[in-house]
């Protein structure tokens, strides 16, 4: 099928290059001259493994191509997948600017029947405003007065893929979600995906709309959950990996998402949640369990700080070293990423912040300023007070903590992600201390 992908970020490149792997004809178009020009010569704008390969197989086969012409790529295409940027207001509802603008173009370069596929994350009641947005800018020859000459239809099929997994996500997907309000919308898009053979949920527009947020918001809350029990843990000195281990065998909560830490980021739970408190509220329901979720969140790289001052005592002049800032491991997005936010506490009150990220520090340097960024852990060591593991990067496992210790001040570890065994980085020699481990009470 042929098949045009408007936006080429996370979702829109990840979605063009997975369809065009399972056989579909591809146009991917962004406004960026320069992206393009780079995705044309087969290199991805984004770190996300297995993409890249899968890139440069597809366009050498032409199967895959990149323009930055909606015209074209609507006029060559019968599925139009709408994968633009959705951020956050100040108030926290959704910009849809850049829906409404495609939508607007998509109608003006209509020449015959389209199939319009929000993929963004919108609120519910958008795809209502998507439909409407078409018939008022279609050309007026494909309009006699009410009557539209032109047959198109809308749908939402909400993308569910993780940063770091995304390209096995969409090859193996849990579910794929479709809104929809003809048959001839479920069949397309029945036939897009026919080759994963997934599990498929039709429904309504607004109900699929309403289904990615109400996802995102809940594991949200799961993660929330377990960071306000961590902090239990810490009083009455529990381990909250073990509380975790209890609670997730019971197959009705499950384990995922009951991982303690400084908090999820990134671009879709901050503004997913904010967004769901925003709908509530217009709607008339105040979503107070959600309000709740996202200040225990934004609380939790507060208690971490203040830790780290309980520990260090004071933390002006300190040299401390950062291990991981991508808000999640195997990407490069600095988005709401938790380490940004801690790196500029420790810098306000007066701390050297030294990092290291194996793939985001191009993307950090342009958000956290005066930050000394180091080649490999071992530099970024060297002299320092302090370790703080942000971001549970898999080459971190293999460290020589023999080596990191001789060349720090002080062997003192601050785990943020409780992804080190206490007992070993305490034989190994370090002060170490993690999230609800009932660990940093005794030492008081």
């Excluded at 323009?67 to 709408?82: A, D, N």
């Excluded at 947005?133 to 309009?143: A, S, V, W």
């Amino acid at each position: 099928m042929k098949i045009a992908i408007i936006g080429s970020g996370y979702v829109g490149l990840v979605t063009g290059v997975c369809l065009a792997h399972i056989g579909h004809e591809v146009v991917c178009i962004d406004m960026d001259q320069d992206k393009v020009k780079k995705m044309r010569q087969g290199h991805t704008p984004i770190y996300e493994p297995g993409l890249e390969p899968l890139l440069k197989k597809y366009l050498k086969s032409k199967r895959i191509s990149f323009t930055t012409s909606i015209k074209e790529g609507v006029q060559k295409s019968t599925v139009i997948f709408i994968a633009v940027g959705t951020p956050s207001k100040k108030n926290g509802d959704a910009d849809l600017t850049y829906v409404e603008n495609v939508a607007r173009q998509i109608a003006t370069n209509m020449d015959s029947y389209k199939l319009i596929v929000e993929k963004s994350t919108v609120p519910a009641e958008t795809g209502q405003k998507v439909a409407r947005t078409i018939r008022l800018n279609l050309p007026k020859k494909y309009k006699q007065g009410k009557k539209i000459t032109l047959d198109f239809d809308v749908a939402s099929n909400p993308e569910f893929l993780r940063e770091g997994s995304a390209v096995e996500d969409f090859m193996n997907p849990d579910r794929v979600v479709i809104g929809v309000e003809s048959k001839k919308a479920e069949n397309l898009l029945r036939e897009i995906y026919a080759p994963l053979n997934p599990k498929m949920v039709v429904t309504n527009i607004n109900s699929a709309e309403l289904i990615k947020h109400a996802s995102n918001s809940f594991l949200a809350t799961k993660i929330s959950f377990i960071n306000a029990l961590s902090r239990i843990c810490d009083e009455v000195g529990a381990d909250v990996l073990k509380v975790a281990e209890g609670m997730g065998l019971d197959k009705r909560i499950g384990r995922s998402f009951l991982d303690a830490g400084i908090g999820y980021g990134g671009s879709c739970f901050p503004k997913d949640v904010d967004a769901f408190i925003r709908l509530s509220e217009e709607s008339g329901y105040k979503f107070h369990l959600l309000e709740e979720v996202r200040r225990i969140n934004e609380e939790q790289k507060q208690n971490f700080i203040k830790l780290m001052e309980d520990k260090l005592w004071i933390v002006k002049n300190k040299v401390i070293g950062v291990l991981g800032l991508a808000f999640k491991p195997n990407t490069d997005d600095m988005r709401n990423a938790p380490s940004a936010d801690i790196i500029r506490i420790l810098q306000h009150e007066g701390a050297k912040v030294k990092a290291y990220d194996p793939q985001a520090v191009d993307n950090a340097k342009k958000v956290i300023p005066h930050v000394s960024f180091c080649q490999d852990p071992y530099v970024l060591a060297k002299g320092c007070d302090c370790l703080l593991l942000l971001t549970e990067w898999e080459e971190f496992k293999h460290l020589d903590f023999h080596k990191i210790k001789s060349l720090m001040r002080h062997p003192m570890l601050f785990d943020g992600r409780n992804f080190y065994d206490h007992q070993k980085m305490e034989d190994l020699g370090f002060e170490y201390y993690g999230i609800g481990r009932g660990l940093n009470r005794e030492r008081a």
